[in-house]
């Protein structure tokens, strides 16, 4: 889906995906919306993406990919302030971008808004000449000043992806998290009722064990974007996260879900939901599927290296 200003008064409201989405060159691919523009129509509209979630992988070559939208690129102006309001979405799709890579958006110029969307999956950006490029909420803002943008009560997962929210700020600027704006926490403390004080219009429903989902909480894909991996304690407030795991870990088994690895040598017990490493006798890069009912959530690129 790609929207560009002139094109009414868009809205894209309690969208869900679970597909797998592979983009091409181009700017902007993205688990709900691949790219917002502008058009050589004027609009006094403003875009509304509301109330999303995306549990399918998002790989894109083109710069710009993100859980929730690819691209915002160009679409308000000095004449016509047009605004995108990115608002209480989720992703836990992994991304990997070539180059530009985001949990939430890819990359995203001004006059946009983020408010209360959480990411929970691993970003992967290969381009190595950069590693600033990719970020848990947004991989790139371009903007003047730099952040001049609001974003608030937006987190995203930092064992999953381990950086920044933002990855940088036009390209070169590192952007330092900011506690209460955009920023990272453990799986731990984004469960239960852990972010119920930051997340706080209503939107989200809290479960014990199960990171926050969006009110539809019934809803497969939205119990499956809330179903964690739980990654060992090492002590002194310090995970294992995915780019290291040496030690067992726990998937949520709540609702009915069901994991499974695609190594053989890694085994969950369907009772308990330890997933056992011991048998890993060589450092593999794995992947685990849940499942519930028709859908599936892959979560790819754990690195385990047994002791």
Known sequence: MRIFRGEGNPRVINCKNAGEIQGGGG?????????????????????IVSGCTNIGSVKGSGPGVGGIIGAIHGYGSMLFPNVVFVEYCMNSGVVEGNAIAGGIVGLASENFNLFECINTAPIISDDSHNPR?????????????????????????????????????????????????????????????????????????FEDSLYPRLADHRHPINILAASP????????????????????????????????????????NPVTGKADIDRCTYSIIDELVATLGSFRKRLFYLHINPN
């Open 133 to 205: 490029l990719a970020g848990g909420i947004i991989g790139v803002v371009v903007s003047s000043p730099p952040l001049s943008t609001p974003i608030a009560h937006c987190y995203y997962d930092s064992l999953m992806f381990v950086g920044n929210a933002i990855g940088s700020n036009n390209y070169s600027d590192t952007v330092p998290n900011v506690d209460g704006f955009y920023e990272g926490r453990t799986t731990y403390d984004m469960l239960g009722n852990a972010l119920e004080d930051s997340l706080i219009t209503g939107s989200w429903y």
């Open 229 to 268: 991996i739980l990654l060992a304690y090492l002590g002194s407030g310090i995970y294992e996260n995915v780019d290291y795991i040496t030690l067992p870990f726990y998937v949520s088994l709540l609702h009915n879900v069901t994991w499974e690895s695609d190594s053989p040598c890694i085994e969950i």
């Open 27 to 47: 700017l902007g691919t993205g688990g709900i919306v691949g790219h917002i523009g502008p058009s050589v129509v004027f609009s006094f509209f403003d875009v």
